[in-house]
């Protein structure tokens, strides 16, 4: 038996130059599942263009904390929506995933969702790996060079029949696909500094980063990007630019502030998390910073003043926009940003 030619058609003309997007990102750390389904369908109804889950096998917090399986979600959310762009922000395809399962997972959710997936991937982090699968930590050069060679087991698994594969950490003997869609998937690759970014340069048809860390670091990275591209020959133009955004916008600024509170483990330090790996611990850690929690968002009252502080992104090349909303409430967040800031951003970059 061989692989079906495709599963559906899903061409689509290649693009020279990117639209601006609008996405929701889906804290899969912060609601239980069924919830955070019913933000996805509200994020489609309020008329954002993507969805991004994050992939956890264990949240920042303990008490309050939640982790569903991306996996699952974006299938689910798929079947429960029509044209939302459904990506992981982001998934690591090495560790307690193995490339070639994450190869047929995407390739599923792309037949049964065309033109509306994207393989979002990084180096990972020891919270996630650690705990699941019980191994020491790798180094980055290890966890790098894991990335890269399942990237390339993940994209000849797409186009390839009876793969056999011998790399350094993976291996596959006559393996097949058989249910795939006729385009691959695109794969963008997260980087928080300039080897990574490399990294994403060389082998990502997108870059993922993070918003609020300093307007040098974001330079840093795009040139590293380049450097990664043309190191193989790769036209950084040609590279997709998908940045998380996080904004706490609302008609009342100390609710909006207030609203950051449970994602202080973001104002942490690389020193003060010092590679933690336990959410109790990362949680306790997480309190002595709560008081700077906003300090990674955007909080703001007013949507202009928000668009302007966009604008900074769109300038330096970013067109997939993920909006990351820190309360609670994210119906109440989902429906004032739409309604006030939505628009705003629309009429400038159309």
């Known amino acids: 038996m061989v692989p079906s030619a495709a599963c559906d058609d899903v061409s689509m003309s290649s693009r020279t130059k ?85 190869a047929h997972t995407f390739a599923t959710l792309a037949c049964l969702n065309p033109e509306r997936v994207i393989l979002g991937i990084g180096t990972g982090e020891a919270m996630n790996e650690n705990p699941s699968i019980g191994i020491e930590w790798p180094k980055f050069k290890e966890r790098s060079e894991r990335l890269a060679e399942s990237v390339a087991l993940i994209k000849q698994l797409w186009t390839d029949e009876r793969v056999s594969f011998d790399g350094t950490y993976y291996h596959t003997l006559n393996a097949t696909i058989y249910d795939r869609p006729e385009r691959p998937v695109p794969i963008y690759v997260a980087a928080g ?37 043309q190191s193989v020959g790769r036209d950084p133009a040609d590279i997709a630019k998908f940045i998380e955004i996080k904004v706490s916008y609302d008609h009342d600024v100390d609710f909006a502030k207030d609203a950051c509170r449970p994602w202080a483990a973001l104002a942490l330090t690389a020193e003060e998390k010092g590679g933690t790996e336990d959410p109790i611990e990362m949680e306790r850690l997480a309190e002595g910073a709560v008081d700077r929690a906003h300090t990674r968002f955007i909080v703001s009252d007013d949507p202009q003043e928000v ?35 939505l628009p705003v951003l629309r009429s400038r970059w159309s």
Do not use: C, M
């Open 193 to 229: 500094g300039p080897k990574a970014a490399a990294v994403a340069g060389a082998i990502g048809d997108g870059f993922i980063v993070t918003s609020g860390k300093g307007e040098d670091l974001y330079h840093t990275l795009l040139d590293g990007l380049a450097q990664g591209a």
């Open 18 to 102: 990117r639209p601006v997007r609008y996405g929701y990102k889906a804290s899969a750390e912060q609601f239980p599942p069924r919830q955070l389904i019913d933000y996805g369908i509200s994020a489609e109804r309020h008329g954002f263009d993507i969805v991004a889950v994050s992939d956890h096998f264990q949240p920042w917090r303990h008490h309050g904390g939640h982790a569903p399986n991306a996996l699952i979600y974006l299938a689910a959310l798929g079947e429960r929506t029509e044209r939302v762009t459904l990506a992981t922000s982001v998934l690591t395809p090495t560790l307690r995933y193995q490339p070639s399962v994450i």
């Open 307 to 341: 668009a302007e502080k966009i604008a900074f992104y769109v300038d330096l090349g970013f067109e997939d926009l993920v909006f990351h909303f820190p309360g609670d409430d994210q119906e109440r967040a989902l429906t004032q940003f739409a309604t006030d800031v």
